[in-house]
């Protein structure tokens, strides 16, 4: 859970940086550090956030009993993580894989478009489930 609430500030945080440093001048700088690994950051969220979601569904009928707002907390990090995931690591998914067929490349090229479209809300809601994560985490760890 730590792992992808990190992940997800990162992320949320490159997909975001036009707003970011519209109203933080000064983050440009830290901002610019990440760019160059914004590929990397989003290969590795996307597999993360695919392994969590295989996981998050093999219990999610136990979670939404017990705690539904976390279930759904995870389940909306999950989703939002992949989407990052696909947003940051298309450049690197579209040298390695799409490449080699072309009709798997318009498809990814149609779904990175719809994602280009809402990447600054997607980075700042990654950001938001990334800082509640840590919260839960923090509150499961000491017992709440």
Same mark, same amino acid.
């Given at each position: 859970?730590?792992?992808?609430?990190?992940?997800?500030?990162?992320?949320?945080?490159?997909?975001?940086?036009?707003?970011?440093? %519209? #109203?933080?001048?000064?983050?440009?700088?830290?901002?610019? #550090?990440?760019?160059?690994?914004?590929?990397?950051?989003?290969?590795?969220?996307?597999?993360?956030?695919?392994?969590?979601?295989?996981?998050?569904?093999?219990?999610?009928?136990?979670?939404?009993?017990?705690? +539904?707002?976390?279930?759904?907390?995870?389940?909306?990090?999950?989703?939002?993580?992949?989407?990052?995931?696909?947003?940051?690591?298309?450049?690197?998914? %579209? %040298?390695?894989?799409?490449? #080699?067929?072309?009709?798997?490349?318009?498809?990814?090229?149609?779904?990175?478009? #719809?994602?280009?479209?809402? %990447?600054? +809300?997607?980075?700042?809601?990654?950001?938001?489930?990334?800082?509640?994560?840590?919260?839960?985490?923090?509150?499961?760890?000491?017992?709440?």
């Amino acid at each position: 859970m730590l792992l992808l609430a990190l992940l997800l500030i990162i992320a949320g945080a490159l997909a975001a940086a036009s707003l970011i440093v %519209q #109203k933080q001048p000064n983050a440009r700088e830290a901002i610019a #550090k990440l760019v160059p690994f914004q590929g990397i950051i989003g290969i590795v969220l996307l597999l993360w956030g695919l392994w969590q979601l295989i996981e998050l569904l093999r219990f999610f009928g136990f979670l939404m009993q017990y705690a +539904p707002i976390t279930a759904l907390a995870y389940l909306a990090s999950v989703l939002v993580a992949i989407g990052l995931g696909i947003l940051l690591g298309y450049a690197l998914i %579209q %040298q390695y894989v799409l490449s #080699k067929n072309a009709d798997a490349s318009r498809s990814g090229e149609a779904v990175r478009a #719809k994602l280009t479209g809402v %990447q600054v +809300p997607l980075g700042i809601a990654g950001i938001a489930l990334g800082v509640w994560l840590i919260i839960l985490y923090m509150s499961y760890r000491s017992g709440f």
